[in-house]
């Protein structure tokens, strides 16, 4: 059974930067294609960013293009979001996902961590 655990998350000003990362245990990293997503009350789950088991493909969404940035390190079956330039509108609960590919849909992802806050001030 996989486990994921999101960190990184907490309060900044518009502009400023946070890192999330996503931990996994439990089942094999190096071969699961990894997702970011998040969610605001109300609204569906969305996905901010995803990855191949290579690292070769990356997907973002519009939003967060240019802004964001997703990597991974199999080594310490660790993925990152690195996100700069907040703005209001990126405050949310960012989860990471595992799944056996890369998609955009929340529903390619069988592992979810518990999600972490991010709150953008202006």
């Known amino acids: 059974q996989a486990q994921l655990v999101e960190s990184g998350g907490g309060l900044v000003q518009a502009g400023e930067s946070l890192r999330l990362s996503c931990a996994a245990s439990?089942?094999?990293?190096?071969?699961?294609?990894m997702g970011w997503f998040r969610q605001t009350p109300g609204k569906e789950r969305e996905l901010v960013g995803g990855?191949?088991?290579?690292?070769?493909?990356?997907v973002y969404a519009d939003s967060v293009k240019g802004r964001f940035t997703m990597s991974r390190d199999n080594t310490k079956s660790t993925v990152y979001l690195q996100m700069n330039s907040l703005k209001p509108e990126d405050t949310a609960v960012y989860y990471c996902?595992?799944?056996?590919?890369?998609?955009?849909?929340?529903?390619?992802?069988?592992?979810w961590g518990q999600g972490t806050q991010v709150t953008v001030s202006s």
């Open positions: 990855m191949s088991w290579r690292g070769d493909i990356t």
């Open positions: 996902a595992a799944g056996p590919r890369l998609q955009r849909a929340s529903s390619g992802y069988g592992y």
């Open positions: 439990g089942r094999t990293f190096s071969s699961a294609a």
